[in-house]
Each structure stands twice: as C-alpha cells, then as structure tokens.
C-alpha cells in the first residue's frame, strides 16, 4: 500500500491531490459527524482518547468505535480497530465489502492497515494527523519508521531464517478446510 500519510507531507503527490474533497452537503457528512461526536463524547465522559469511528451500510450504522486504549489496557484498542470489530462481529463476516467507515481523524498506520484488510468500500475522515498532532497524537514517527529499511528503525525487527518457517504455509496449502480471506 502506498504510504500517502507519511512524513513528508509538504508537496503534494498524486495521491494527495486524487484524495477526495466531498462538498459539506455530501450524504456522508451525517455519519462523519457521528463519529466526531463519539470522539467528543469519548473524551467528555472519561472513557479515552480523542478519536471515534462509524462502520454503515447503506447509510445506516452497522457499528461504531471510539479509543478505548487506556480503559482497556489495549494500544490497538483504536475507534476504527473497535469498530471494525463490532461491525465484523454484528455482520457476522471477516470483510466489510458494501460498507463505509467513517473516522474523525485520518487513520494511523495500524487502522489503516486494519482497514485495507476489512476491505469496505471506502474510507471518509474528517481531521487530519496536523490537527491529531496539534493535541499531542503525532502518527508522523510511525509513518516514517516505515520508510526506513528495517536496520535503521528504532524497533529492532530481526529475521531467523529457522528450517521450519513454511511449515505453516504449507500446512495452509495441505488444508481441505481453510477459508480464504
Ligand atoms: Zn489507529
């Protein structure tokens, strides 16, 4: 995937200028403003961080989320995470395919990640990482960790090329019962 969010956000490229640019009127702008306001209330009522999430189908909400990763102990406890979940788990499925997510800041690294494999059909937001930094949430690091080759990032991330390490590739290809996803 490409890396439209990362660090060097001062000229744009061509994915920044395809990026969307929905007029207020737009049909979407009611669920986008639900998240927002779940992220307010999110604050407001002590339960975590700034941010909230919206899965709907067909314009009618499926599931929502908002950041419960200090209530709950769980750095991946992000709205969209949380709501991808709930939305998977009232569906019923693995995929969001017919769905929409609607956040109230631009995804970190994580959800993005998350929402490329929920697969919905797109994606609106309302604020952008600029103003998520403004208030002390800056996804900048990650997003340029990424960039770097792994040597040079501040994780160490190391390799063993152990005998066994497609065995679970190949029992995955032996299997009569795997669900592709
Ligand atoms: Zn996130």
Redesign the pocket.
């Given at each position: 995937m490409e890396m439209r969010g990362g660090p060097d956000r001062g000229a744009p490229t061509g994915s920044e200028v395809r990026r969307a640019r929905e007029p207020i009127a737009s049909p979407h702008a009611g669920l986008l403003r639900e998240a927002i306001r779940l992220a307010v209330v999110n604050v407001t009522e002590g339960l975590g961080g700034p941010f909230g999430a919206v899965v709907a189908r067909d314009g009618v909400v499926v599931a929502s989320g908002a950041n419960a990763v200090t209530r709950t102990n769980d750095p991946t406890a992000?709205a969209?995470?949380v709501a991808i979940r709930s939305a998977c788990a009232a569906l019923g499925t693995f995929q969001l395919a017919g769905c929409v997510v609607y956040a109230s800041c631009e995804?970190?690294p994580?959800?993005m990640g998350a929402l490329y494999w929920a697969r919905p059909d797109a994606l609106y937001f309302a604020a952008s990482p600029a103003d998520a930094a403004a208030a002390g949430f800056d996804d900048a690091f990650i997003w340029h960790e990424f960039a770097l080759p792994e040597a040079a990032r501040s994780l160490p991330i190391v390799q063993l090329r152990l005998d066994d390490a497609h065995a679970p590739f190949e029992a995955w290809q032996a299997s009569t019962t795997r669900i592709a996803y």
């Open positions: 992000h969209e995470v995804p970190c994580m959800c």
